[in-house]
């Protein structure tokens, strides 16, 4: 499944947001493939990518480690599915 999500980055800047995001790559990397991510603004990001294992995903999502860096960082991601 083609996905894209939209990041909204509250209380940091887009680099302190890719450098949290880039911390679990490896992991993600076991669930996505074709990750692809577009700065929008300083408080926005697109993140593309084709989920290969929905599952283990949403696991990794909401682990301990990404639920407190989103907080920590603000961050609020709106999904939807890309053609």
Known sequence: MNVIATVEISNASFEEWVK?????ESQRMKFVENEVVTKI???KAEVRFTI???E???ALSSSELVRDG???????VALSTAG
């Not at 949290?20 to 679990?24: A, K, L, W």
């Not at 989103?70 to 609020?76: A, V």
């Open 20 to 24: 949290f995001f880039e911390s679990y």
């Open 41 to 43: 603004s300083e408080a």
């Open 52 to 54: 290969t294992d929905i």
């Open 56 to 58: 283990g995903l949403t």
């Open 70 to 76: 989103e907080t920590r960082l603000g961050i609020e």
